[in-house]
């Protein structure tokens, strides 16, 4: 009976840090996600407003 | 503007190396606790027997 409850106790461990080690994980997994999709947000939209001076200087000097 | 994408993807890997490196020491913790943990009931349900 004993034996039977550290078991338990042992698994109890075992699933606690086993779900820390996951949450962390998802954690980072979402955050490197987050953070490449806003570098490519402010790229496009540096590269978009770069076209659009392109385009002014164009059309003005023609 | 392709040496820029270049640098930008560089600083954002120089960032994430930190991150991974964050990530490691958090998950170190989580196992060194679960060491010490599962120590302790080693001990508790050995001193039992």
Known sequence: CDSVKGLEEMRAQYIKAVSKIKCDMLCYIRESKERAAEMIKTEVLRERQETARKMRRYYLTC | ?49
């Open chain 2, 1 to 49: 503007p392709t040496a820029s994408v270049g640098s930008i993807a560089a600083r954002y890997l120089e960032e994430e190396e930190l991150r991974s490196q964050r990530i490691m020491e958090r998950i170190n913790a989580h196992t060194e606790e679960m060491k010490r943990e599962s120590e302790k009931i080693v001990r508790q349900f050995r001193h039992q027997e």
